[in-house]
């Protein structure tokens, strides 16, 4: 029979203990595996966070162009949280600045997004560019919409 661990048994309390230990720099009660696991959690939810923000975004600048005759100012605050959610990500961990600057993990964020606007407005995915049609300062520029579609 396994015995549950405190980390299994009370995550909350298991991460005060952890604290705890470390500030008093009790070496050998800390719980280097399951710390050392989530700490890499910890660094790859704020990477999907900022690529979730990034999705929206891009998805509610894409209905903005492809559906001009629907837009809502519920639709400019939901772009307007979303950069400012970005500008968060960014000030709290700049080193997150990097997966912005990498065009595929943009591109994966933009094929996301295209997916997802074209089941929510039902239009077919062929409306949409394959490849993303703003540019990453259009996207984060607080001024940009989308115009409409040639």
Known sequence: ????TPYDRDFHLWTE???ACLQKGQWENVD???LV????????SEQKELGSYLKVLIMHLLKWQYQPDRRTSSW???VSNCRDGIQDCLEDSPSLQRFLKDAEWVAKYYRRARRDTAKETQMPIDTF???CPYTL????DAKFLANDPE
């Open 1 to 4: 029979m396994v015995r549950a």
């Open 17 to 19: 203990h952890q604290i």
């Open 32 to 34: 280097v595996d399951n």
């Open 37 to 44: 696991e989530e700490l890499g959690d910890l660094g790859r």
């Open 76 to 78: 400019e605050v939901t």
């Open 129 to 131: 560019p394959t490849e």
């Open 137 to 140: 300062e259009d996207i984060l």
